[in-house]
């Protein structure tokens, strides 16, 4: 008798997909703006090009578009009230440098060749804060393996966490990487948001069990 087959791919690395009822304003913006700034990864990459994984609800992402006008800046995300959310920033704002996927970000980092961006944002992941839920957990070894091929040499990441456990096994899994180098030289440089930081919704609710941390590296 055979064993019947395991459905397999990645683990689902986030939680609900949709909450409350989208506003008529921005569900109409999902109708007529996401698909023209939808990410095509056949687009090609003429410009600095950053991504932020999991944006939530895109004030840090719009915020850095609009300091950044000469930055691409690729978003995923696969909330749709989040990208609803996102989406209202990005018009309010009049930002034309936001390309958005609706989905999960490791397809967009699958799509993207060696070298591509010059900065990745993980701004407070779903923190599956319960052992047995640790492996759903987006900063897995294969994870950091594909973050660290899309950076160009030189190229930034920075992680950010309020939960104690996520830090310490995301630092050990950063600094395992032989292509990424920890820029911190001293404890204000994780505790002390960096200076080009923004805050955001989910750092504001305190929800974790520590200060949040920062974690910066450098691609070697
Ligand atoms: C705790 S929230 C933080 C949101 C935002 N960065 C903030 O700090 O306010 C984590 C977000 O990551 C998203 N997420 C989880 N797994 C993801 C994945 N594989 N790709 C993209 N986004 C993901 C979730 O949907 C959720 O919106």
């Not at 056949?42 to 895109?58: D, K, N, R, V, Y």
């Not at 440098?97 to 070298?115: C, F, I, S, T, Y």
């Not at 505790?191 to 609710?205: G, N, S």
């Amino acid at each position: 008798m055979s064993t019947p087959q395991q459905p397999h791919g990645p683990l689902r690395t986030f939680g609900r997909i949709k909450s409350r009822p989208i506003k008529p304003r921005q569900a109409a913006l999902l109708e007529t703006l996401l698909p023209k700034i939808a990410f095509d990864p056949a687009e090609p990459l003429t410009s600095e090009t950053w991504l932020e994984i999991g944006f939530g609800g895109g004030e840090h992402l719009a915020e850095q578009a609009a300091r950044h006008p000469d930055v691409r800046i690729i978003g995923a995300e696969p909330f749709v009230n989040g990208v609803a959310s996102a989406l209202r920033h990005i018009d309010e704002r009049g930002v034309a440098n936001v390309r958005l996927h609706q989905g999960d970000a490791r397809e967009v980092l699958a799509a993207l060749p060696d070298g591509a961006l010059s900065r990745i944002f993980i701004l407070f992941p779903d923190p599956w804060p319960k052992a047995r839920h640790n492996k759903r957990r987006l900063i897995q070894p294969e994870v950091v393996t594909e973050l660290a091929r899309v950076l160009k040499p030189g190229g930034r990441l920075r992680f950010a966490t309020d939960w104690a456990d996520y830090a310490n096994r995301a630092l050990e899994m950063f600094i395992a990487s032989p292509h990424l180098r920890w820029s911190a030289g001293e404890a204000d440089d994780w505790r002390v948001p960096p200076a080009d930081h923004v805050t955001t919704r989910y750092e504001e609710k305190r929800l974790g069990d520590c200060a949040p941390v920062f974690l910066d590296f450098e691609r070697v």
